[in-house]
Structure formats: structure tokens, C-alpha cells
């Protein structure tokens, strides 16, 4: 591993995800403490890349969900990740994970979006931007201010409307995006979309794919209280499978389960292996990060690397 952490179970620092409210109260340092405590060191070597277009990317990409407060476990871990994430430690946070190779990052337009992307670009930092983003009428207005190298159409949505029958919606948007001239790209959950995007032959840039089909319906309602997003074990397999058969390249997202494959370093190095075994060598992952705890940031640039060597990239 890049880096070392001299706390001899790593793992549990990451276990914080199921017990949120525990390990932060036994944490006992201030937000201050914990960022000096994860301090990087310089420069690491460039990871692995592919191409976007005429761009080329590290095959990690920092992830938006943990910094906009979406942890997919509850409204307590949704709080303590969006207290974390203030603008000026976010700015940090996309500079450490620059520092540790990973040359690009997924937005979603917030309110500090433009204050977040100005400030990184000040520092100096070369890091490229995607922007996940729904609404056709917003697109020439957030390329202006922002300046991607792409606007992806948000999965939900994109899941959404096929499902109403309104896919032409998805559609013009990808057109309004090539209006504004940068890349243009559709998210989905359901790995049908993409394939029906893929067989009209969509004039689509790229895909970013989620692991798990968490926008589902079920035939009737479950017999229970709401338990949350359905993460099906097997939702990995079919939506790489779809990945490995459209051309374009595909980033996926969620490989680790919004959390859920963190109970151990070794799980979360298991779920990297996976996804690289299975994406095509012209494919990427996108990764949320929370380095309160512990230096996601270098864990997960190792694993990239490891898991990327000996693969042949076209």
C-alpha cells in the first residue's frame, strides 16, 4: 500500500460507516485534528488512464456522493459527511486525491460548486470535471460556469424517464450537451438503458454505470418497513456484462456499495479486483471518498494500481 497508517486496524476506521454515531463520538478530535492526521505526503506516481474523448483520465475518479452529504445509510451519516465537507476542505480533499494520481472528479451542481471548482483551479490543479446533472435548459449555463470536459445525464432520472416512456427526454439532452460543446454522456441504474441507448445507436460519449439497479420496482410491496435501496448481490455481474458490450467507455460507480463492502480493507480491496477484472481495459470506476478516518484516497489509488497492471489499454 502507498501509505501506511500507523493505527494497526485500519479496517475499523472504515467500519464507521455501520456505526456512525459510535465512532464519532469515540473519535473525540476535531474535524481540524483529523484532516492534520491524514496529512499527504508528495506527489505520488500518475495511475493508469484512459481516454474521454480527446481527454485522458486516471481510471479512478473521485467520486461527489460523500462531499454533498449522500452515504445511502441514513440521515445521520448523510449529516456528518456533508459537516465534513465544508468548501475549503473539499478543495483539499480534490487536491490530495490529485496529489495521489487521480486526475479527474464527478460533480453534481451544488450551491459551493463554482466556489469548490474555482478554488481547486487557483491551487494550480490540472484535475478534469464531469458533471452529473439533469434538465436539458441548465446545460449551456453550468459548461459556462464550470467547464467540464463532460455533462452526463443523472442515472435516477435517466432510469425514470425510460420507464415513463420519455427516453426522448434523455436524448435531447445528450444533444444539448454537444450544443455546448463538451462531452456528452448518460448515467443509468438499469443496465437495460444503456443497452437500448447502445443498440439505437445514441451519438453518446461515455456511460457511467451503477453496479446495483437500485431504482428496481417490485412486482408488489414488500412485507416490511423501508429498509433502504435494494443492493442485490448479483446486480454486479449484469450491469459489467453490459459494460464489456458497448463501445464506449464506461465508468462504474457504486462498486463498493455505497459503503456497504467496507467492513475491512480486505473487502474493500476485493470489490476493486472485481470491478477491474470484469470493466473493459477502456474502462474507469468512480469512487465516493471519506478520508476522516483513514487515507481512502492512497488505499484506493493503490488498489487502481494493482488491480489495472497487466492490463491492455487500446
Same mark, same amino acid.
Given at each position: ?65 460523500? $462531499? ?60 478534469? @470535471? ?143 479486483? @472485481? ?10 470506476? $468512480? ?28
Amino acid at each position: 500500500m502507498a501509505h501506511e497508517h500507523r493505527d494497526p486496524d485500519v479496517g475499523a476506521r472504515r467500519r464507521f460507516l455501520a456505526q456512525i454515531t459510535a465512532v464519532a463520538a469515540a473519535s473525540g478530535l476535531g474535524s481540524r485534528g483529523l484532516l492534520a492526521a491524514e496529512s499527504t505526503p508528495a506527489s505520488a506516481a500518475p495511475l493508469p488512464t484512459i481516454a474521454l474523448g480527446k481527454h485522458r483520465v486516471s481510471r479512478l475518479v473521485a467520486g461527489w456522493n460523500p $462531499i454533498g452529504g449522500y452515504s445511502y445509510l441514513g440521515p445521520h451519516t448523510d449529516r456528518h459527511m456533508k459537516e465534513y465537507f465544508t468548501t475549503e476542505r473539499t478543495v483539499e480533499f480534490l487536491l490530495d486525491c490529485e496529489r495521489a494520481g487521480i486526475t479527474a472528479h464527478q460533480f453534481s451542481p451544488a450551491a459551493n460548486t463554482e466556489e469548490v471548482l474555482r478554488g481547486v483551479r487557483e491551487r494550480g490543479s490540472k484535475m478534469q @470535471f464531469l458533471g452529473l446533472h439533469a434538465g436539458r435548459a441548465e446545460v449551456k449555463k453550468i459548461v459556462e460556469a464550470t467547464r467540464p470536459i463532460a455533462m452526463v445525464h443523472h442515472g435516477g432520472v435517466t432510469d425514470r424517464l425510460f420507464a415513463e416512456g420519455k427516453k426522448s427526454e434523455v436524448h435531447d439532452y445528450v444533444k444539448a450537451v454537444h450544443d455546448a460543446g463538451v462531452l456528452a454522456g448518460v448515467s443509468a441504474h438499469n443496465p437495460d438503458c444503456i443497452k437500448q441507448i447502445a443498440d439505437e445507436g445514441w451519438e453518446v460519449d461515455l456511460f457511467m454505470n451503477c453496479f446495483y439497479f437500485l431504482t428496481r420496482k417490485h412486482g408488489s410491496p414488500l412485507p416490511t418497513l423501508e429498509i433502504g435501496y435494494p443492493f442485490y448481490a448479483d446486480d454486479p455481474v449484469a450491469m459489467t456484462d453490459v459494460m464489456r458490450q458497448v463501445k464506449q467507455p464506461c465508468l462504474g460507480f457504486k462498486i463498493l456499495a455505497a459503503g456497504r463492502k467496507c467492513t475491512s480493507q480486505q473487502a474493500v480491496k476485493e470489490a476493486f479486483r @472485481f470491478a477491474f477484472e470484469r470493466i473493459k481495459p477502456t474502462d474507469g470506476v $468512480i469512487v465516493g471518498m471519506y478520508p476522516r478516518f483513514f487515507d481512502e484516497i492512497r488505499a484506493n489509488a493503490q488498489y487502481t494500481r494493482e488491480f489495472d497492471q497487466g492490463a491492455k489499454r487500446s
